[in-house]
C-alpha cells in the first residue's frame, strides 16, 4: 500500500500544480481586468480546492504509513537535527498543510462575498500564497531533500 500511495501522491502533485497554475493566472487575470464571475472560473477555483484536499489526505496516510516518517517518532529530538528526517517529519506536513488550509481560506472566503471582482481578488491572493509554499515544500530532484520527478 506505501508504494502505491507513494507514487499516487507523487504524480497527483503535477495535477494539483497545473490546477492551481491555471486558477492563479485566470483569478489575477480576472480581478485586474474587472472580469465577471463565470461558470468556468467556479470549476476551476473548485477543482483545485478538491484536488488539493486529495492530496492533502494521501499525504496524511502516508504520514502514518511511512518508514521515513516512523524513524522520526522513533527518536524526535535526534531526528530534528537530520535534514532529512526533519524535512519528512515537520517542513513537508506543516508547509503543505498551512498551504492547503490557505487555498481553502481563499476558497470559501470567495464565495462569502457577492462581487465577482472580490471573489477574484481572494482566489488571487489566496491560491498565489499557497501555489509559492507548495512549490517550496516539494522535495525536486534538485533540491536538498531529492526524490525523483515521478
Ligand atoms: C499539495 C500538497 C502536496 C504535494 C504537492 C506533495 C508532494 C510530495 C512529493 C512529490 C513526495 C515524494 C514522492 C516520492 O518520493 O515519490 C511526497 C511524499 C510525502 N508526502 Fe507529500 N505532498 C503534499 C502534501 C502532503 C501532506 C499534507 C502531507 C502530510 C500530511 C504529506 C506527506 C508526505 C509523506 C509522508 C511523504 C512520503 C515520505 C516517505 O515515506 O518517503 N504530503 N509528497
Same mark, same amino acid.
Given at each position: 500500500m506505501y508504494t502505491g500511495l507513494l507514487h499516487l501522491h507523487s504524480s497527483l502533485r503535477y495535477v494539483v500544480l497545473i490546477l492551481l497554475i491555471i486558477a492563479v493566472v485566470k483569478a489575477w487575470m480576472n480581478w485586474q481586468g474587472n472580469k465577471d464571475f463565470t461558470a468556468g472560473d467556479k470549476k476551476i477555483y473548485l477543482f483545485t480546492f478538491i484536488a488539493s484536499h486529495i492530496q492533502l489526505l494521501i499525504g496524511l496516510v502516508l504520514y502514518f504509513v511511512s518508514p521515513i516518517v516512523d524513524q522520526v517518532y522513533t527518536d524526535f529530538g535526534a531526528a530534528m537535527k537530520n535534514q532529512v528526517l526533519r524535512f519528512w517529519g515537520v517542513e513537508h506536513f506543516v508547509g503543505m498543510l498551512l498551504a492547503i488550509i490557505l487555498i481553502t481560506v481563499g476558497y470559501s472566503s470567495s464565495k462569502k462575498v457577492a462581487d465577482a471582482i472580490a471573489k477574484h481578488k481572494k482566489i488571487a491572493i489566496f491560491y498565489t500564497i499557497g501555489l509559492i509554499i507548495i512549490l517550496v515544500s516539494i522535495p525536486w530532484?534538485? *533540491? *536538498?531533500v531529492a526524490r525523483p520527478w515521478f
Open positions: 530532484p534538485f *533540491s *536538498s
